[in-house]
C-alpha cells in the first residue's frame, strides 16, 4: 500500500545545530508539504513543492529550507536550530489537479530543541 | 493574506449531546476541506467542499459550506467518545494545491 513516512519520529538538538526531517511518499504524488503543529495556531505551512526542483514558501519559511531532487523526498532543513523551532512537524502529499484534492499526512516528527 | 479562522477552539460535551464546529475565511475560497486529528496522531482528511451552499453528510457528520464560500461548519449530531480529536478546516483561496487551516476545534467527548 501507498504510504508517506518520516524519520525520526522524535528528534533532540542543540540550539544552533543544523536538523534534516525525512519525509518520504509511494503515492507518486506531485505535490508535497511541510507543516509545523503548535498548540493555539493549528497547522502552518512552512514549504511546500508542486514537483521536482520546484519550491516555494510557506506562511513560517524563516529559518527552514527544502530541497526537491526526486518525487518520493522532500526533506526539510532546519539550518540553525532554535528553542522556537521546537514543534511537531508534519509532512503531507496529494495529487495535483486543478482545485486541489485531499492532503495526506506523515505521522510526524516531535523536534525539540535545548 | 488569507486568515481562516475557526471557532470554538475547545468542547467538551457529554456523550450524545450534538457538537458543532465553524470556519470563517477572510477572502472567498474555491473549496474548503475538513480534517481530523485523533489525540497524538496525525490529520486524516474528511471531506471537501466546492460549491457555494453545498451540504454534505456522513453518518451522524454534516459539513455546510457557505452561500457566499467565506463560511463553513461541521456538525455532530449525537456524539459518541470515538468523534474524540481535534477538527480543522482547510481553505483554498485560488487554483493552486496549497491549504490555509484554521487553529483547529478540540473536542472532548465525556461518557
Known amino acids: 500500500d501507498a504510504e508517506i513516512t518520516q524519520s525520526p519520529r522524535h528528534k533532540i538538538t542543540e540550539t544552533g545545530r543544523q536538523v534534516t526531517l525525512a519525509c518520504h511518499q509511494t503515492?507518486?504524488?506531485?505535490?508535497m508539504f511541510w507543516y509545523r503543529q503548535d498548540l493555539g495556531h493549528g497547522l502552518r505551512l512552512i514549504h511546500y513543492?508542486?514537483?521536482?526542483?520546484?519550491?516555494n514558501k510557506g506562511e513560517v519559511s524563516d529559518g527552514y529550507s527544502v530541497s526537491r531532487s526526486n518525487t518520493e523526498d522532500l526533506p526539510l532543513t532546519l539550518e540553525s536550530a532554535a528553542s522556537s523551532q521546537t514543534s511537531v512537524y508534519f509532512c503531507?502529499?496529494?495529487?495535483?489537479?486543478?482545485?486541489?484534492?485531499?492532503?495526506?499526512f506523515g505521522p510526524g516528527t516531535r523536534l525539540t530543541v535545548t | 493574506g488569507q486568515q481562516v479562522m475557526q471557532i470554538p477552539q475547545y468542547q467538551h460535551v457529554q456523550e450524545g449531546e450534538d457538537f458543532t464546529t465553524y470556519c470563517n475565511s477572510s477572502?472567498?475560497?474555491?473549496?474548503i476541506q475538513w480534517y481530523k486529528q485523533r489525540p497524538g496522531g496525525h490529520p486524516v482528511f474528511l471531506i471537501q467542499?466546492?460549491?457555494?451552499?453545498e451540504v454534505k453528510k456522513q453518518k451522524r457528520l454534516t459539513f455546510q459550506f457557505g452561500e457566499a464560500k467565506k463560511n463553513s461548519s461541521l456538525h455532530i449530531t449525537a456524539t459518541q467518545t470515538t468523534d474524540v480529536g481535534t477538527y480543522f478546516c482547510?481553505?483554498?483561496?485560488?487554483?493552486?494545491?496549497?491549504?490555509?487551516f484554521g487553529e483547529g476545534t478540540q473536542l472532548t467527548v465525556n461518557p
Open positions: 467542499l466546492v460549491k457555494s451552499g
Open positions: 503531507a502529499s496529494s495529487e495535483y489537479r486543478t482545485g486541489g484534492l485531499e492532503q495526506y
Open positions: 503515492w507518486n504524488h506531485n505535490n
Open positions: 513543492s508542486y514537483g521536482v526542483q520546484d519550491t
Open positions: 482547510a481553505g483554498r483561496e485560488t487554483s493552486g494545491s496549497r491549504l490555509t
Open positions: 477572502t472567498t475560497l474555491s473549496n
